[in-house]
């Protein structure tokens, strides 16, 4: 099993900046890629961006040149990182970091992490 928590969401200007992190814990060596969605009021949860284990990332096209998503690990936890810049009303969203132990196939989430960008 793997636990997935998420931090740094919080209320932000439109272009502004925030940094999302989350933490996966456990069985972290059956981690392969790990990937932050987002769902926002009334749609479905979609991918903002993922990670494989080797370090490529892959981004939404609504969101590529604005987020930066990024891993680093030590022995017992995975961490990911999303950098945010530039953010626009439409990135308003609760946010979750997810863990896969086959590329692409999610099945560890975190609670998400609500951003809110308003002026």
């Known amino acids: 099993q793997v636990q997935v928590t998420e931090s740094g969401g919080g209320l932000v200007q439109p272009g502004g900046s925030l940094r999302l992190s989350c933490s996966a814990s456990g069985a972290v060596f059956s981690i392969n890629s790990m990937g932050w969605y987002r769902q926002r009021p009334g749609a479905e949860r979609e991918l903002v961006a993922d990670i494989s284990s080797g370090g490529v990332a892959d981004y939404a096209e609504s969101v590529k040149g604005r987020f930066t998503i990024s891993r680093n690990n030590d022995r017992n936890t995975v961490y990911l990182h999303l950098e945010m810049n530039n953010l626009k009303v439409d990135d308003k969203a609760v946010y979750y970091c997810?863990?896969?132990?086959?590329?692409?196939?999610?099945?560890?989430w975190g609670q998400g992490t609500q951003v809110t960008v308003s002026s």
């Open positions: 997810a863990a896969a132990p086959d590329p692409g196939q999610y099945v560890y």
